[in-house]
């Protein structure tokens, strides 16, 4: 029988395998965007964020390997199969042939890139906060496609159309979730 994981457990995990503070800071913030959409949905956001958190657990040390890595981690610490396949989904055709299926894997699918578009528009503000940012600021970087370069905006928009939701409320959602967490996040900036 599986282990379902604490959230303590997790961060651990993610720790023991990421050692960039930003990619850290980085499953923070889609931990607490998937715990935001967990409850909106009725969701269990302690599973969702534990999913989110530890995402990309792989990707510092083996980035070739992407989710690949992931799954031997995870069925050697004997996580449910449901959170490997979850994980594993939000590299859909890009990492993995891994289709996001439930609205848990659909949602992580949508707001993986997209923390870090709200993220890169929140350190350009004078302020450096989240706690400010405005979704027609995002949209306005977003058409921008040499800001945050990396950010694939076409995983975030399919993610979008999969869970049916407008982008502008996928953003909207992704600051709010964010926003709870400003501080771990190094987001909250010089907002007083």
Known sequence: MSHIPTREEAFELLKKHTKSESLIRHGLAV????????????EDAEKWGIIGLVHDLDWDQYPEEHCKKTRKILESENW???????????AWLTCT?????TILEKTL???????????????????????????????????NK????????????????????E??????????????????????????
């Not at 931990?31 to 009725?42: G, L, P, Q």
């Not at 042939?97 to 299926?101: D, G, I, S």
Request: proline residues 4%.
């Open 109 to 143: 699918y949508a707001v993986d890139e997209l923390t870090g578009l709200v993220t890169t528009t929140a350190l350009i503000r004078p302020s450096k906060s989240v706690l400010d940012v405005k979704v027609k600021s995002v949209q306005k970087n977003w058409k």
């Open 80 to 90: 449910p199969e449901e959170y490997i396949r979850a994980v594993e989904s939000h």
């Open 97 to 101: 042939e891994v289709e996001p299926q």
């Open 31 to 42: 931990e607490a965007v998937m715990r935001f959409y967990a409850k909106k949905n009725n």
């Open 146 to 165: 040499r800001f945050a370069a990396g950010v694939d905006r076409t995983v975030i928009a399919r993610g979008a159309e999969m869970l049916n939701i």
């Open 167 to 192: 982008i502008p409320d996928l953003i909207l959602g992704c600051i709010e979730g964010m926003q709870k967490i400003a501080d771990d996040l190094g987001l909250k900036g010089n907002i007083s």
